[in-house]
């Protein structure tokens, strides 16, 4: 099993509509956890993090079951300018507590169409 | 902001050629900093853990003899891609933070291509 997995995608939607990633984690030790953003050839970039209260930031929701290993991110009316692919990342806990380190998922690729 | 910066963005070499790498924190010192590869249409893979003033912790099946790893201060951690080949060709990308339990910021990648 994978220790980060998502939804393969892609995920084809028409502007303004919600779409809704989902991601689980194997590692129930993780401690934090975040949504990446990666554009085509392109470094991934920050898009949220994810807390256990759940957050929001503008049309954009992240939710954590740590019961389930669980992660979602939804984003409702979507722009063109949303079309990326979105990147589950769980920071783990090493080395006794020395080190973290960042767990990609594979990604979903989101095309928004006009 | 954190902010990274990495160098070269491009690299084209001929086959057992070096590379080096270099990632800068510019606003943090970063303890740690971490080295990516990612191969087209699939997700980042850790290739190792940068540590300030020791040695790098590889993950399984990087060889160290060949993704050397420098990071002799607070603010840069090099990437040294020895005598690459074609299949070494990848996107690397290095990330840091203030702290390694925070969000991780990465540099803008380095595209490797090995003639």
Request: aromatic share 10%.
């Amino acid at each position: 099993r994978k220790e980060v997995e998502q939804d393969p995608g892609p995920f084809n939607v028409p502007e303004g509509a919600t779409v809704a990633f989902n991601c689980t984690y194997s590692n129930s030790a993780s401690q934090s956890f975040f949504w990446y953003r990666q554009d085509c050839r392109k470094e991934p970039k920050l898009l949220m993090s994810v807390y256990s209260s759940g957050n929001e930031d503008g049309r954009f929701t992240a939710q954590l079951n740590r019961a389930s290993q669980y992660i979602s991110l939804l984003i409702r009316d979507s722009k063109l300018s949303d079309s990326a692919t979105y990147l589950c990342v769980v920071n783990e806990n090493q080395y006794g507590g020395a080190t973290n380190k960042l767990i990609f998922g594979t990604g979903t690729l989101l095309a928004v169409q006009p | 902001g954190a902010v990274v910066s990495q160098h070269p963005s491009w690299v084209i070499c001929k086959s057992g050629t070096s590379v080096k790498i270099e990632c800068r924190s510019l606003d943090f010192q970063a303890t740690t900093m971490f080295w990516y590869r990612q191969f087209p249409k699939q997700s980042l893979m850790l290739m190792a853990t940068s540590n300030e003033g020791s040695k790098a912790t590889y993950e399984q099946g990087v060889e160290k003899d060949k993704f050397l790893i420098n990071h002799a201060s607070l603010t840069l951690s090099t990437l040294t891609v020895t005598s690459a080949h074609p299949e070494d060709s990848s996107f690397y990308i290095c990330s840091g933070g203030r702290d390694s339990n925070q969000p991780q910021h990465f540099g803008d990648g380095t595209r490797l291509s090995i003639l």
